[in-house]
């Protein structure tokens, strides 16, 4: 056996080891899937991170601010979200299979049905800022930045919900690098925004915390605006039409939509459990962990864009009716994440200071946000092996078993681990500043959990017999 599949080879779903020429082929189309994925991914990150370090230059509590505003963000996009995987599934099979045509339908009427929920997400975020704000965790220092910013961004939660929903349509057909030039250009006009309004640049005012907003709300406008146009001019595999719903269409959306939004509402509600036990220790502490969750967002794009690709070639091969190739590919995809977590294992290790100063100069904050990064490396391995795997269950339409997970780790045993790590065992252990760390150590154990389960599951084969319509 020659050691290209001694260390990368994959098995199909009898047990048969993939031969090597096959099996580089899939590696081959697994990495030109991920790769645009993965760069819009990391360079998003990045310009996140320039951002929190823009508005970081406003203090501590703009840092906090801009961070509480997240969690009630993604509750708020719930249900578009948990409509986009479904339209991501479907429009996968409906590829695999030839049928143009159903994912052109799948398509128009995810848009129909989107463009209702970005409405009422609109005005519920506008009207409905303050106790959304509270229920974050706002406090005292945080409140009125908080409630200005989301009520900048929720003018974009429209333009939003169009851009997810063409995204998920384009990554279930492979053409990830259509999301990836959208992106980041909207994301490269969000930051150019964020240094002439919040500092006030260029004869703009300085707008500080609603400059970042307004930045971040013209970035997003801008990136539906490249979507629309990707599904409009001529070429294009989709196009705008007016919707006719079918029952067919409307019931593997909803068969995985609904499973996916009970995923999100188990993940958000335990991020805002864990955005509330991290924010009573102190405006400090909240920033640190708001610089580590930039850091750790990039080191996970690679996740991300591998996932995004088993996503895609597990529900096209499934919509081909080749379940060796979808258990294949699910393989690849986990072998590809394993790898190069390895490489990012090192780099954060030997940067991790660095990285810290990046963001601020206060002792106390790049201390947490150091000692945080540490934690952090140890859970890449699982974390990427975890989120690669959920891509391929997800694009088989396995949603149910993934928001179980979710419920049992995110909602449950992480919001746990961070109360017990963050206030008895900070208590008892003073000189070792555990609070801070607390939520990292939690999502490490939460990490190796899901994984495992994951690949537990991937290895039973029941998902390969999903049927979505």
Request: glycine share 8%; charged share 15%; proline share 3%.
């Amino acid at each position: 056996m020659d050691l290209f599949q001694k260390l990368l080879g994959v098995k199909d779903h009898e047990g048969n080891r993939i031969e090597t020429p096959q099996l580089k082929d899939l590696y081959k189309k697994t990495i030109s899937i991920a790769w645009p994925s993965t760069v819009e991914g990391a360079l998003m990150s990045i310009i996140g991170s320039v951002d929190t370090m823009m508005v970081g230059t406003l203090g501590a509590a703009s840092i906090a601010a801009v961070g509480l505003t997240s969690q009630p963000r993604m509750i708020m996009l719930i249900l578009a979200q948990a409509l986009c995987v479904g339209t991501t599934a479907l429009c996968a099979r409906r590829k695999g299979a030839h049928d143009n045509a159903g994912a052109n339908a799948c398509l128009n009427q995810s848009l129909a049905i989107i463009t209702v929920i970005g409405v009422l997400m609109t005005l519920i975020g506008y009207f409905g800022a303050v106790p959304l704000m509270k229920l974050g965790g706002a406090n005292e220092d945080t409140l009125a930045l908080s409630v200005d910013y989301f009520r900048i961004i929720s003018l974009a939660f429209l333009p939003s919900c169009w851009q997810l929903c063409i995204c998920a349509a384009m990554r279930a057909i492979g053409k990830t690098r259509v999301t990836m030039v959208t992106n980041i250009t909207a994301n490269l006009i969000n930051v150019c925004l964020n240094y002439v309004l919040i500092n006030g640049k260029l004869g703009f005012p300085a707008m500080g915390v609603r400059g970042a907003a307004i930045a971040t709300a013209c970035g997003t406008i801008a990136a539906s605006l490249i979507c629309i146009f990707t599904v409009v001019r001529n070429g294009s595999y989709y196009h705008l039409t007016r919707p006719r719903f079918d029952k067919t269409t409307l019931s593997g959306l909803t068969k995985v939509g609904a499973s996916s939004m009970v995923e999100a509402v188990c993940l958000r509600v335990g991020f805002l459990m864990l955005a509330r036990l991290i924010a009573g220790i102190g405006t400090n502490a909240f920033a640190a962990y708001q610089i580590v969750s930039q850091v750790t967002s990039l080191s996970f794009t690679l996740g991300d864009g591998v996932g995004t690709a088993g996503t895609s070639l597990v529900g096209q091969s499934l919509g081909a009716k080749r379940k060796d190739l979808a258990m294949a590919h699910a393989g690849v995809a986990y072998r590809i994440g394993i790898c190069v977590s390895f490489g990012l294992m090192l780099v954060i290790a030997l940067t991790s200071r660095q990285i810290a100063l990046l963001f601020t100069t206060d002792e106390e904050i790049t201390r947490g946000v150091t000692a945080s990064l540490y934690v952090v490396i140890l859970s890449l391995m699982p974390q990427n092996g975890r989120v690669i795997l959920s891509g391929a269950l997800r694009g088989a339409g396995d949603v149910k078993f993934v928001a179980i997970c979710a419920l049992v780790s995110v909602a449950l045993l992480r919001p746990i681990l961070t109360w017990f790590f963050c206030y008895p065992v900070a208590a008892w252990l003073p000189q070792w500043d555990i609070a801070v760390m607390a939520p990292w150590i939690a999502f490490l154990i939460d990490s190796i959990v899901r994984d495992r389960l994951m690949a537990r599951r991937l290895k039973q084969g029941r998902w390969l017999d999903i049927k979505l319509s």
